[in-house]
């Protein structure tokens, strides 16, 4: 017969009374099973601070947090194993494979189709809404979207935003089909350091998951079309060509970002990778879906990118701002006070050669930030919507004047 310590025996009675009083609960709080409530708890409190994107219409995203695991599920990994364990068991199936199909010229000057891009694109909503990256899908004539099950669907373009590198997809699964989703998250609380996921489709391997920090928070990043993207989040999680479009994921399985680029000087995977913020994405992502595209904010005028040649010719005192060259008659700058130039001269050559107004305000700063380029001026305007006031620096002459100006509709 085997004999107990009075230790052994003090603990068989302490689970004894635990199991009696409250089962997983009382359990933790005498030091046994650590963590199996606290992870219910805390999904549950992140359910509620972070619902997901209602989309435009009365279909929401699922939104139930993933639960702990059966202790027999997760015995002989370490808590760490088990969250990554957790969180790809509910999100892989909800991360989808996106290839293209585009237009070539053969040796005979034909048309054929030919094969096009391929990235990731995660579903957002049970009704077949897959948001990826607008590269992903640039000059697709066809878009096919793959499911973890094998099954393969035409997508259709729903919106695309070049300026954030977004789109948004809609396929049509079949009815006795409940696609899983990914609930939005919030990437105004992350933190340097904070454990990141990533799911995507590398070289073409289907669902790979890799896990690392965040790097770095608020990167100003310049894309393939010269738009910047702000406040990217900064990663070493690996990410690699196949991956753009996919999920960047925090522990509790919630999509933090959308991953877009990496750094490197050979194409493959650096330490170095970028995802748009979530909250930049909920924004865009919800227009797109109810317009098709982003309504964005723009001043109603013609507007030239100083230079020094300009400068010199022109006698300025900065060669860098956005010379208001025209400004539109009865429109919102011309009553709000900006003004257009009245010198005409040809600045250009060839096709390109034009007519500008010299002797206008020049923009130096809209909305308390800084504006030397077009650039600047599209990023500063970014997330402002039309008929939204906006305060604007100009130059006139040698004085600085602010002017309070309502935004107009941008022509896309």
Known sequence: MRLYSKYQVAGIVLIAAALASGGTLALEAAGIFPGAARSQAQGAAAEEAFPALQLLTNSPA????????????TAGYTQDEQQNISVYKNA??????????TVGINWFLEPVPQEGASGSGSIIDTRGYVVTNSHVISDATKIYVSLSDGSQYEGAVVGVDKENDIAVLKFTPPKDITLTTIPFGDSGNLLVGQKVLAIGNPFGFDRTLTTGIVSALGRPIKTQNNT?????????????PGNSGGPLLDTSGRMIGINTMIYSNSGDNAGIGFSIPVNTAKRVVSELIQFGKVRRGSIDAE??????????YARLST?????????????????AGLRGGTEGVRYGSGRSNSVIYLGGDIITAIAGQKVDTLTDYYSALESRKP???VEISVLRGRQQINLKLTLAERAN
């Open 92 to 101: 892989k199936d909800a991360v989808v494979n996106i290839t293209t199909e």
């Open 303 to 312: 507007l030239v990118q100083l230079n020094s040649s300009i400068a010199n």
């Open 319 to 335: 060669d860098k701002g956005l010379l208001v060259s025209q400004v539109s008659k009865g429109s919102h700058a011309e009553k």
């Open 387 to 389: 008929g939204e006031t």
């Open 62 to 73: 699922e939104t139930d947090s993933p639960l702990p695991r059966p202790a027999a599920e």
């Open 228 to 240: 910047i993207i702000k406040n990217m989040i900064q990663t070493d999680t690996a990410i690699n």
